[in-house]
């Protein structure tokens, strides 16, 4: 399972130079994939600097 400070930016370095296809099975911060897996036990009151899984907004612009 991913753990915290698993993000896009730390990963497609590494399967890029293991030649290791992916694909991120969420997109869009429409089911609130783009909190913490704690978030079945905390709640988030604000939206978290770096997210989780999604990449996109619900509108389609990136969070970032």
Do not use: C
């Amino acid at each position: 399972m991913r753990g915290p400070g698993s993000t896009f930016a730390s990963i497609l370095p590494l399967l890029k130079a293991e030649k290791v296809g992916a694909y991120n099975w969420a997109s869009s911060a429409e089911v609130a994939n783009h909190l913490s897996l704690d978030s079945w036990e905390k709640t988030y009151t604000a939206e978290p600097p770096v997210w989780f899984h999604d990449i996109f907004r619900q509108n389609g612009d990136p969070y970032r």
